[in-house]
């Protein structure tokens, strides 16, 4: 990206004026108001159990949530590097274990590869705040010749919209050498993560949690735990064996697709041959109920089935929000989704596997691909010997919560997520009002099948290998979603209006008339919807019958989540849609709230919420080879005035084309 504006660095002093809702950067304002160095709120990147509990300095923000106490400022301190895995900070690790525990050394599955990493850490530092909390972080880029921004996955942003971390969306992305500050509060509850959006950085390593608790007394389930404690946040990742950019857009020949080799809980993982690193172990007392912040950190198109060994869970929350509670055996999680569980420890003290098994791809008979992870009751520490084997996992047989394909009907052991019931009133009158913007979405790939005609002089068609060593490539309502050269949110008026998709006579954007009309094309795919009206999605997946499950994320917003099934005998998503409309979603009960759906394999999910968020909020399949290679879209919501101006100084980028030259070639 030429031209881009750099980032300058606000003075560590900032000031704190009577209202921490204000998000004042403009050090001339400080005089008259009390000023504070921000090194003295700095967090540390993890903390122990006791720590969390008991807090020593006054300014930690990992703490148990009070009830009526004052917010805090949280201020971290990120270093965006490349790195290794089992580097020299890991001495000789894993043949001496302790030495897997060292400060620095990032273990993962045993392999050594290259990574990419905040603060040296797979996951990155762990954000444990309380609702309220008012979030900073300086976001240093040492990368080599690598860019990125950071997106806070599950945060609305509502008033800094332009810290939604998305490229070319929200903000310029981050260069080299440049420090960029994210600063926003946090003012929705709940399990949420943060990942790189640019490129394929988090599959290799640049991603980590982020939980905002709220007071125990008012959280809905509340009474069903004992235990929230930062270290049963357990975010788990797809691992390969090579850097994510190795198999992009794919190798042809050695290794098609971008299949992982093994899952991490916690950045921890064995490989299946090998000398053996150590297991993620996770501690409970005997007696005591815990909470479980399951984060599907995962990237490729694998989604997992997490099961504990002789344990039951109760699920609590998805995606932040809180669901009447539900016994389960096992979950099903994909990439982006968040599922909280209670487990109740009351075996016998012991050891228990933690079961990680893929699904999708890594389910294939020649892949079965899985990891495994260790509960253990204090006060135990027994060996297990007996590695059980991919179909060897507990779930088999018990009640599996949001099963692929909507497998949900009675009888069939499972409970979708259009099942789960809500808690949070529909204040916002959405489930009563007819939608004043309904959205059909379909969703797939373009097959390449003319290779002499694609790879042609002059045609740079983008494409990703699949494991089939079919050439394709992805989009949504037949358009593969192009950056703009300068972000929508800070200088959309910088952006050429010919880059647009057109809008077509249904009123939605559509591929240009002049693009050939071969099933796709590449566009600025943004769909406006007028501020505060009620929008009902339906989206699609019109695919050939294949086991992919794709989970769409949308950012800005939670939405009710009011059906999902797969398509049956003469069902198209428009007569899904208009029987939708037309029965207008009666049910008894509330629908569950989340910003993450696994839309089931050739079927559907339809989704609605009030669109109170102003702002240009990105939508897409959070599989990470389909959004780079277009299975995205932008939603704009009100229009430019409605969200607030980015501050003073906000980085620029943008194309450098000198006119004259453009006149010179008639283009
Ligand atoms: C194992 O690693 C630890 C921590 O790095 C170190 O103190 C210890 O000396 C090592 N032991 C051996 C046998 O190398
Ligand atoms: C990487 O993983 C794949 C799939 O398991 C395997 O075929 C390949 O040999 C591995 N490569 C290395 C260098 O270990
Ligand atoms: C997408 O492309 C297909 C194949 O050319 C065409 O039949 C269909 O009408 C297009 N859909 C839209 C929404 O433009
Ligand atoms: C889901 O349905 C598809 C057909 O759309 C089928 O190919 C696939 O095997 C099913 N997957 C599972 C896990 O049932
Ligand atoms: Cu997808």
């Given at each position: 990206m030429a031209g881009?504006?750099?980032?300058?660095?606000?003075s560590a002093e900032i000031c704190l004026c009577l209202l921490l809702v204000l998000l004042i950067t403009d050090t001339r304002l400080v005089s008259a108001a009390t000023r504070l160095n921000l090194e003295n709120y700095l967090q540390p990147d993890r903390l122990t159990r006791q720590q969390f509990l008991t807090p020593t300095n006054s300014n930690q923000c990992a703490r148990?949530?009070?009830?009526?106490?004052?917010?805090?400022?949280?201020?971290?301190?990120?270093?965006?590097?490349?790195?290794?895995?089992?580097?020299?900070?890991?001495?000789?690790?894993?043949?001496?274990?302790t030495a897997c525990d060292a400060p620095q050394c990032?273990?993962?599955?045993?392999?050594?590869?290259?990574?990419?990493?905040?603060?040296?850490?797979?996951?990155?530092?762990?954000?444990?705040?309380?609702?309220?909390?008012?979030?900073?972080?300086?976001?240093?880029?040492?990368?080599?010749?690598?860019?990125?921004?950071?997106?806070?996955?599950?945060?609305?942003?509502?008033?800094?919209?332009y810290m939604d971390g998305v490229p070319m969306v929200t903000q310029c992305s981050v260069l080299e050498g440049d420090v960029f500050r994210y600063d926003f509060l946090a003012?929705?509850?709940?399990?949420?993560?943060?990942?790189?959006?640019?490129?394929?950085?988090?599959?290799?390593?640049?991603?980590?949690?982020?939980?905002?608790?709220?007071?125990?007394?008012?959280?809905?389930?509340?009474?069903?735990?004992?235990?929230?404690?930062?270290?049963?946040?357990?975010?788990?990742?797809?691992?390969?064996n090579t850097t994510a950019e190795e198999r992009f857009p794919g190798l042809s020949r050695r290794e098609p697709g971008q299949?992982?080799?093994?899952?991490?809980?916690?950045?921890?993982?064995?490989?299946?041959?090998?000398?053996?690193?150590?297991?993620?172990?996770?501690?409970?007392?005997?007696?005591?109920?815990?909470?479980l912040r399951l984060v599907g950190g995962l990237c490729t198109v694998c989604g997992v089935q997490f099961s504990i060994e002789g344990h039951d869970m109760t699920l609590i929350a998805t995606d932040g929000t809180p669901v009447n509670p539900v016994t389960v055996r096992s979950v099903v999680i994909f990439s982006g989704e968040r599922y909280d569980v209670v487990v109740n420890a009351n075996q016998n003290p012991g050891t228990y596997w933690i079961h990680i098994k893929g699904l999708s791809e890594c389910a294939?008979?020649?892949?079965?691909?899985?990891?495994?992870?260790?509960?253990?009751?204090?006060g135990t520490n027994q060996a297990r010997n007996d590695v059980p084997a991919y179909n060897g996992g507990f779930g088999r047989g018990g009640t599996v919560v949001?099963?692929?394909?909507?497998?949900?009907?009675?009888?069939?052991?499972?409970?979708?997520?259009?099942?789960?019931?809500?808690?949070?009133?529909?204040?916002?009158?959405?489930?009563?009002?007819?939608?004043?913007?309904?959205?059909?979405?379909?969703?797939?790939?373009?097959?390449?099948?003319?290779?002499?005609?694609?790879?042609?002089?002059?045609?740079?068609?983008?494409?990703?290998?699949?494991?089939?060593?079919?050439?394709?490539?992805?989009?949504?309502?037949?358009?593969?979603?192009?950056?703009?050269?300068?972000?929508?949110?800070?200088?959309?008026?910088?952006?050429?209006?010919?880059?647009?998709?057109?809008i077509g006579r249904n009123g939605f954007p559509q591929c240009p008339?002049?693009?050939?009309?071969?099933?796709?094309?590449?566009?600025?795919?943004?769909?406006?919807?007028?501020?505060?009206?009620?929008?009902?999605?339906?989206?699609?997946?019109?695919?050939?019958?294949?086991?992919?499950?794709?989970?769409?994320?949308?950012?800005?917003?939670?939405?009710?989540?009011?059906?999902?099934?797969?398509?049956?005998?003469?069902?198209?998503?428009?007569?899904?849609?208009?029987?939708?409309l037309a029965t207008n979603f009666r049910r008894s009960s509330l629908p569950a709230r989340k910003d993450t759906i696994t839309v089931p394999s050739n079927g559907y999910a339809a989704i609605r919420f009030r669109a109170d968020n102003p702002g240009l909020w990105f939508f897409h399949c959070h599989f990470m080879y389909h959004l780079a290679t277009g299975m995205s879209l932008v939603l704009q919501v009100g229009e430019d005035g409605d969200w607030p101006p980015v501050p003073r100084n906000f980085p620029r980028c943008g194309n450098y084309l000198p006119t004259p030259y453009l006149e010179d070639y008639g283009k």
């Open positions: 881009q504006g750099r980032q300058t660095l606000v148990q949530c009070v009830a009526g106490a004052a917010p805090k400022i949280c201020y971290y301190k990120w270093f965006a590097e490349d790195y290794v895995t089992l580097g020299p900070a890991c001495g000789n690790c894993p043949a001496n274990v990032v273990v993962a599955n045993g392999y050594e590869k290259s990574i990419r990493t905040i603060n040296r850490m797979v996951p990155g530092p762990s954000i444990q705040v309380c609702l309220g909390d008012r979030i900073i972080i300086d976001l240093r880029n040492n990368l080599a010749g690598s860019q990125l921004t950071i997106h806070w996955h599950g945060v609305f942003q509502q008033g800094t919209q003012n929705n509850e709940g399990t949420h993560y943060w990942h790189s959006h640019d490129g394929l950085q988090k599959l290799d390593g640049i991603q980590g949690n982020l939980v905002i608790r709220t007071p125990k007394s008012t959280d809905r389930n509340g009474n069903s735990y004992d235990v929230d404690v930062p270290e049963h946040t357990l975010m788990i990742l797809d691992w390969m299949i992982p080799v093994t899952f991490l809980l916690e950045g921890r993982g064995r490989p299946k041959t090998g000398l053996p690193v150590p297991y993620k172990e996770v501690w409970v007392e005997r007696g005591k109920r815990f909470r294939f008979p020649d892949e079965q691909v899985y990891q495994l992870a260790v509960l253990r009751y204090l949001n099963p692929q394909n909507a497998t949900c009907a009675s009888g069939q052991g499972g409970v979708c997520v259009s099942q789960l019931v809500g808690s949070i009133p529909d204040n916002q009158n959405v489930l009563n009002s007819f939608p004043d913007v309904n959205i059909v979405l379909k969703f797939g790939f373009y097959l390449f099948r003319d290779l002499q005609r694609s790879f042609n002089n002059g045609r740079y068609d983008r494409f990703l290998v699949a494991p089939t060593r079919d050439v394709v490539t992805s989009w949504m309502n037949n358009v593969s979603f192009i950056s703009p050269p300068s972000p929508l949110l800070s200088q959309g008026p910088d952006i050429p209006t010919e880059l647009f998709c057109p008339a002049n693009k050939p009309s071969d099933g796709y094309c590449e566009c600025v795919h943004v769909i406006k919807v007028p501020r505060g009206a009620v929008v009902q999605m339906v989206i699609g997946d019109v695919t050939p019958a294949v086991d992919l499950h794709h989970p769409f994320h949308l950012h800005g917003y939670d939405f009710f989540v009011m059906a999902m099934d797969q398509l049956r005998d003469g069902d198209t998503l428009e007569s899904i849609s208009a029987k939708l």
